[in-house]
């Protein structure tokens, strides 16, 4: 009982916390509420007896993503009005051309999973040769989910990238 009230507690607390980083005028109070957020989802974690996760959890989410969002706050300033942001050089075209690109490959990938051939049901020992909870998660994260994984390690390279362009623009 105790455990469905504190998991109860916790879910209504996150979703909270949610539309307050959505609803909060001010950028800073929002990137606060979202520092909240993502610790609340740690406890959740360890409520659900995934230590690991949890600290992971706190050390990207709540330590580097956060970090990295207070930065954009403070390199964007949003005291100009949006008209001001116009970039007459925009290339909106070839930003269309890549979206869609980018669009297609992700429809490719989808297509693919669903249309290989299902190899035959595999026992759990078969299926992962380690044991334990962290080098089963390794396990799958560089076999089964091995492409996911590095579409996510470029899209935050390109991110980072795009960041110190922007950056070197202004000053």
Known sequence: MAEA???YTL???ILGLAVAVIT???TVHSV???VLNFLCVAVLYVFLQAEFLAVIQ???YAGGIVVLYLFVVMLVNLGRSPEEHQDPRRLG???LGLSGAVLLELAGI???SYTREQSPPVTAAQASPVQGNIEELGWLL???YLIPFEVASVLLLVAMVGAIVLARRES
């Open 32 to 34: 606060v509420f979202l």
């Open 11 to 13: 879910s209504v607390l």
């Open 93 to 95: 075209l070839i930003g």
């Open 5 to 7: 009230l504190a998991f």
């Open 110 to 112: 989808i297509a693919y």
């Open 142 to 144: 560089y076999t089964d």
């Open 24 to 26: 909060t005028p001010n």
């Open 58 to 60: 706190v050390l990207v």
